[in-house]
Nanobody, 119 residues
Framework: QVQLVESGGGLVQAGGSLRLSCAAS????????MGWFRQAPGKERKFVAA????????SYVDSVKGRFTISRDNAENTVYLQMNSLKPEDTAVYYC????????????WGQGTQVTVSS
């Protein structure tokens, strides 16, 4: 099984930056892709970005394109989400998730880390 632990959240002013980290442990060699999701208060959890563990191709939701960058360090089994030009509407709990097989959804989730952007 794979375990995920997020870190790096916090409070930042609009226009600022944060970098989230997601450390994976366990059977990480079985992971197909990693993703970041976020859930704002009173709203559903939504996709933010994803990266293939092998090859590194990425995808983003339109609202973060050009501002957020997802990357990975295979040697450290860590995925990052660099968030620049943050806006108040980016405020949410951010979750890291692992997709273990191409045909599956996101099977494993971290505990989440709070990101708050003040105006």
């Amino acid at each position: 099984q794979v375990q995920l632990v997020e870190s790096g959240g916090g409070l930042v002013q609009a226009g600022g930056s944060l970098r989230l980290s997601c450390a994976a442990s366990g059977r990480t060699f079985t992971t197909y892709s990693m993703g970041w999701f976020r859930q704002a208060p009173g709203k559903e959890r939504k996709f933010v970005a994803a990266i293939r563990w092998s090859g590194g191709s990425t995808s983003y939701v339109d609202s973060v394109k050009g501002r957020f960058t997802i990357s990975r360090d295979n040697a450290e089994n860590t995925v990052y989400l660099q968030m620049n030009s943050l806006k108040p509407e980016d405020t949410a709990v951010y979750y890291c998730a692992a997709q273990l097989r191409p045909s599956s959804g996101y099977d494993v989730w971290g505990q989440g880390t709070q990101v708050t952007v003040s105006s």
